[in-house]
């Protein structure tokens, strides 16, 4: 158990529609980034917050959106979803900012767009 | 713009023998290098990493190389075990505009050990 939390595990929507995605960090990391994972994708690089701040910005949509709230739980917004936007989304924590850290993964959320 | 290649989708090896898993990289800016395993339903977790002032690393059945003139690394597993059967991905670091870091991963490659 890495003691980062994603939920919800699975979720199955319908194209155009918005979700969000819940991501509680291990106890005294500061730092949250999001992944995707696609079918023959590695994982892609979408943000990260470091103590609520946005701190880095990969290949985000701009139909995605993050969060970091006070507690330092994250959240991902995917809207006008696309069936493309299928993939396993992964929430990451660190102690610190640099991303030259090593990285504690959760288990996933898998998003399927029908 | 793949900037970190694991050209290997997948890899068989007998229980005993090594493992030799190949990683490139493209992005002279790195400077720091991981690799993840991952398990069917979890998320990746950490094995082991090097700094580009080294060109070795080793920790128990696990070993990284790092090449940097070839901009290529390599992760040795003595012996392979049925355990290590999992996804492993290569991960480099480096600046990438600014002072920001950013962990770019590679696709992946699938270790099989049999028994």
């Known amino acids: 158990d890495s003691g980062v939390t994603q939920t919800p595990k699975h979720l199955i929507t319908a194209t155009g529609q918005r979700v969000t995605l819940r991501c509680s960090p291990r106890?005294?990391?500061?730092?949250v980034y999001w992944y995707q994972q696609s079918l023959d994708q590695g994982l892609q690089f979408l943000i990260q917050y470091y103590n609520g701040e946005e701190r880095a910005k990969g290949n985000i949509l701009e139909r995605f959106s993050a969060q970091q709230f006070p507690d330092l739980h994250s959240e991902l917004n995917l809207s006008s979803l696309e069936l493309g936007d299928s993939a396993l989304y992964f929430c990451?924590?660190?102690?610190?900012?640099?991303?030259?850290?090593?990285?504690?993964f959760g288990s996933g959320t898998q998003l399927s767009v029908l | 713009d793949q900037q970190v290649k694991q050209n290997s989708p997948s890899l068989s090896v007998q229980e005993g023998r090594i493992s030799i898993l190949n990683c490139d990289y493209t992005n002279s800016m790195f400077d720091y290098f991981l690799w993840y395993k991952k398990y069917p339903a979890e998320g990746p977790t950490f094995l082991i990493s090097?700094?580009?002032?080294?060109d070795k690393n080793e920790d128990g059945r696990f070993t990284v190389f790092l090449n940097k003139s070839a901009k290529h690394l390599s992760l040795h597993i003595v012996p392979s075990q049925p355990g290590d059967s999992a996804v492993y991905f290569c991960?480099?670091?480096?600046?990438?505009?600014?002072?920001?870091?950013?962990?770019?991963f590679g696709k992946g490659t699938l270790l099989t050990v049999n028994p």
């Open positions: 090097i700094s580009s002032i080294k």
């Open positions: 991960a480099a670091s480096g600046r990438s505009g600014g002072s920001n870091y950013k962990l770019t």
């Open positions: 990451a924590s660190s102690v610190g900012r640099a991303t030259n850290e090593k990285l504690f």
């Open positions: 106890s005294g990391d500061l730092s």
